[in-house]
């Protein structure tokens, strides 16, 4: 999430200290003094005056027109909006250049002479342009720059959101062939064997999708959420077969033909679920997979276990991470005295 500048932070910019901003102005004051006050070295008196003035015009353009520019690009990204965002920053700061302008010299006039004329208040009008110049080429100025740091900043992102995505991949493959997940599969397995030999083909042949699916992935993106809801269907039958009514699934999810979803997100919150929480016959585990609005949630009753395996947070980190590449919308997570729930936002094939 954005964090707010503070308001002295926001119109000193691009400086991080005030005394520096100062600083800057006071040198842009002395060039203004040289090229439009031509009497400000008559005398110490005509020069303070004069000083007063051009600081004045100085400080109020450059922290007013940084201040328009923060507020329009918190509201408007450039890179999203390019037109809209330049024509509106354009408008807006000639705008508030040419009041501001009119304003200062109308207010030094009175403060200095006590007193000011029509014809006086005419010729700051008509002097006006120059602000008008001044805002106009400081818009084309920021805007152009604007877009330059934003377009570096989205490139840098990308960067780092794709080397994020590469470790998710890595890990989303390393879990699902972890011993531990292996060792539990095939204890099942050779219960089966002894037990129900038709129940155990079965068991080899959901295994047997769930891996190829898992290869299938490792090179994706995004998948379709209605494959993503069969390769789970096959993970549910495994945890039921080992857990049988020691667990409760229920899965309401249905999709849509543009529906997309990470790949093995869902399978990673199950697992989660499993491997922190309780599971046994007197308090069974209850997971339900629904949609809300734009968003798949996945939530499961809460009864973490006493002991057992630290949660660090790390796979729905790499899930939270690998979403930001694709929606602003973030992965929530809600947590209660007796529930966990995780929404992933719901994607959609024209937002790729």
């Known amino acids: 999430m954005k964090n707010d500048l503070k308001f002295r932070q926001i119109i000193i910019r691009p400086f991080d200290k005030g005394w520096k901003f100062i600083l800057a102005n006071v040198l842009l004051t002395f060039i203004v003094i040289v090229f439009f006050f031509y009497q400000a070295f008559s005398s110490v008196e005509v020069f303070i005056r004069s000083f007063l003035w051009g600081l004045s015009i100085c400080v109020t353009q450059w922290s007013g027109i940084v201040f328009i520019t923060y507020k329009i690009d918190q509201r408007i990204p450039i890179l999203k909006h390019p037109t809209k965002r330049i024509t509106l920053g354009l408008l807006a700061m000639v705008t508030y250049s040419v009041v501001a302008y009119i304003s200062i010299q109308i207010l030094m006039l009175y403060l200095i002479n006590g007193t000011f004329s029509l014809g006086e208040i005419y010729y700051i009008f008509k002097g006006s342009y120059v602000a008008f110049l001044i805002g106009a080429s ?124 990470v790949p093995m997100s869902l399978q990673l919150l199950i697992e989660n679920a499993v491997k922190h929480n309780v599971v046994s016959s007197s308090t069974p585990l209850k997971i339900e997979l629904t949609k809300n609005q734009d968003y798949i949630e996945v939530k499961n009753s809460l009864q973490i276990k006493n002991v057992g395996e630290t949660s660090k947070g790390v796979g729905i980190s790499n899930i939270y991470q690998q979403y930001k590449f694709f929606t602003d919308l973030p992965v929530e997570i809600k947590q209660s005295d007796s529930a966990f729930v995780v929404r992933l936002p719901l994607l959609k094939s024209s937002n790729e």
């Open 138 to 261: 400081l818009a084309l100025i920021f805007s152009a720059n604007g877009y330059l740091q934003a377009w570096r900043k989205a490139e840098l992102r990308g960067e780092q959101l794709k080397s994020e995505m590469l470790s998710y991949k890595y890990d989303s493959l390393r879990n699902q062939i972890n011993p531990h997940f292996l060792f539990n599969s095939f204890n099942v397995l050779s219960d089966l064997i002894y037990e129900d030999q038709n129940q155990a083909v079965k068991f080899v042949h959901q295994m047997s999708g769930l891996f190829r699916y898992v290869l299938d992935c490792r090179d994706k993106e995004l998948v379709p959420l209605e494959e993503e809801l069969e390769f789970i269907k096959t993970y549910i039958f495994l945890l039921k077969t080992r857990f049988d009514q020691k667990i409760e699934i229920n899965n309401q999810l249905t999709a849509e033909k543009d529906d997309l979803i």
